[in-house]
Nanobody, 129 residues
Framework: EVQLQASGGGVVQPGDSLRLSCVAS????????MGWFRQAPGKEREPVSC???????????VYADSVKGRFTISRDDDENAVYLKSNSLNPEDTAAYFC???????????????????WGQGTQVTVSS
């Protein structure tokens, strides 16, 4: 069983940056994909990013169009952690951000499908002037 603990959310102004962290407990996480989804009030949960396993794949990442070029996902398997560096934040980025993990080594073409095995609790990001 894998448990995910996200942190790093907060209230920031438009244009600011934020770094979200998610630490995983459990075995085998280095062989799993990890990623982030987000959900704004009154909206459906949407994918943000996914990163392949570095241990048995190439560690490459994919991003939603809405965050491409502004957000960067990374992972540190020594720390069993995944990070999301978010730059140039705008009010549309306001949401609860959830880290996810799934028992596969590559995100694949269906990475936007929210059928991930493990979900952490959300960390709230609010972008407001």
């Amino acid at each position: 069983e894998v448990q995910l603990q996200a942190s790093g959310g907060g209230v920031v102004q438009p244009g600011d940056s934020l770094r979200l962290s998610c630490v995983a407990s459990g075995r085998g996480v280095s062989q799993y994909v990890m990623g982030w989804f987000r959900q704004a009030p009154g909206k459906e949960r949407e994918p943000v990013s996914c990163i392949n396993s570095m241990a048995i794949s190439d560690g490459s990442a994919v991003y939603a169009d809405s965050v491409k070029g502004r957000f960067t996902i990374s992972r540190d398997d020594d720390e069993n952690a995944v990070y999301l560096k978010s730059n140039s934040l705008n009010p549309e980025d306001t949401a609860a951000y959830f880290c996810v993990a799934d028992r596969r080594p590559q995100c694949g073409g269906d990475w936007t499908n929210p059928l991930y095995d493990f979900w952490g609790q959300g960390t709230q990001v609010t972008v407001s002037s």
